[in-house]
């Protein structure tokens, strides 16, 4: 699939490099292309272009830039190259601007995924991946091998159904449809617990488990 990655930090670049792997055609958006490029840590694993280019060039867009920015990056990559696109949501609304613990800059009654499906209507915006860290999104396996929970939130079937599939390709196994796009709500809180439980567990490779 032509998938465009909207965000060039560490999550941006694990899921590019995973879904390289996997065999997708992957490029890679930024606003400035040249300074992207010459940031000492920055490698990439798939082209570096513009984020209207990444769009441009994609069936599916993934957002992994910072959740109080989110709506602004989809902006710069222009509406007219995400309509009718599955945009697969990765961001938390996280604020750490009076240091840690940081809160939610949106929560409780909406979430940065409704914000970007009320700002790109004619875009199919999926929440998902957001409640692990980046190695565990791209390699699931890693972890118990695979026996934990992800979940999916938004309001178009077919959207939800095609990010599955790139889920199941990721090797996610356990993979929760919560509902429409207010469910992203509830996911992106769960946010404030994981980041409480990374001292005390003294490792960002954990997750949540459904028993049902
Ligand atoms: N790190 C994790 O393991 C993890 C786990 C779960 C969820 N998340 C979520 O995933 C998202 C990405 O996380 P990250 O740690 O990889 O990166 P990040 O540092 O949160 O975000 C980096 C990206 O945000 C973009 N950005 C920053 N300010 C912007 C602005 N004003 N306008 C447009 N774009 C802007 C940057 O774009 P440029 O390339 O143009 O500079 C950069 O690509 C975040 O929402 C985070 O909460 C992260």
Redesign the pocket.
């Known amino acids: 699939m032509k998938i465009g990655i909207l965000?060039?930090?560490?999550?941006?670049r694990t899921l590019a490099a995973r879904l390289v792997e996997l065999g997708h055609d992957v490029v890679i958006g930024?606003?400035?292309v040249a300074a992207?490029e010459a940031k000492a840590e920055a490698e990439f694993p798939a082209p570096l272009r513009t984020a209207p280019e990444a769009a441009a060039h994609a069936e599916l867009v993934i957002n992994?830039?910072?959740?109080q920015?989110s709506v602004?990056?989809l902006q710069?990559a222009g509406a007219e190259n995400l309509a009718g696109k599955v945009i697969i949501d990765?961001?938390?609304p996280?604020d750490f601007s009076n240091g840690f613990p940081p809160h939610l800059a949106v929560c409780n009654t909406d979430s940065v995924g409704e914000q970007i499906q009320r700002a790109f209507p004619d875009a199919r915006v999926v929440k998902t991946l957001?409640t692990?860290?980046?190695e565990i999104m791209a390699y699931p396996a890693k972890l118990a091998d695979g026996d934990h929970t992800i979940f999916v939130s938004g309001d178009d079937a077919d959207a939800k159904a095609t990010v599955t599939q790139l889920l199941r390709e990721f090797g996610w196994l356990d993979i929760v449809d919560v509902g429409d796009i207010t469910t992203a709500r509830g996911t992106e809180m769960m946010i404030i617990q994981w980041v409480r439980l990374m001292g005390p567990l003294g490792t960002l490779a954990f997750n949540y488990k459904l028993v049902r």
């Open positions: 965000g060039t930090g560490n999550v941006g930024t606003r400035d992207t992994a830039t910072g959740g920015v602004a990056a710069g990765v961001s938390n996280l957001n692990v860290n980046a």
